[in-house]
């Protein structure tokens, strides 16, 4: 099974840019999974951000986000992106990356991402 660790999250002020990392380590193969991207407020649910099929041809968002950030991935370096702008207060979570055993190159439905990472903090400020 893939291991997944994030990072890239931090501070920036509103109106600014960030840009996330997920890369794996050991297991199955990078490309066999489709991935996404959620985020989380302390004493709220997770909720989906963006999500990107295993070829990387296929990407969805979130209404939220949409037209602000970018979904990527590069199977050869066995990783995937978020690259955030025009941040505000409200994108202040914890985002973690997540993977889907799918085979279809498609968006996974919520339920079917089975491996996570940890988390990393992102925080805007005004």
């Known amino acids: 099974q893939v291991q997944l660790v994030e990072s890239g999250g931090g501070s920036v002020q509103a109106g600014g840019f960030l840009s996330l990392s997920c890369t794996t380590s050991s297991g199955r193969s990078f490309s066999s999974y489709a991935m996404g991207w959620f985020r989380q407020v302390p004493g709220k649910e997770r909720r989906f951000v963006a999500g990107i099929s295993r070829s990387g041809s296929v990407t969805d968002y979130a209404d939220f986000v949409k037209g602000r950030f970018t979904i990527s991935r590069d199977n050869a370096k066995n990783a995937m992106f978020l690259q955030m702008r025009s941040l505000s207060l409200e994108d202040t979570a914890a985002y973690y990356c997540?993977?889907?055993?799918?085979?279809?190159?498609?968006?996974?439905?919520?339920?079917?991402?089975?491996?996570w990472g940890q988390g990393t903090q992102v925080t805007v400020s005004s």
């Open positions: 997540a993977a889907a055993p799918i085979v279809r190159d498609s968006i996974p439905f919520d339920y079917e991402y089975d491996v």
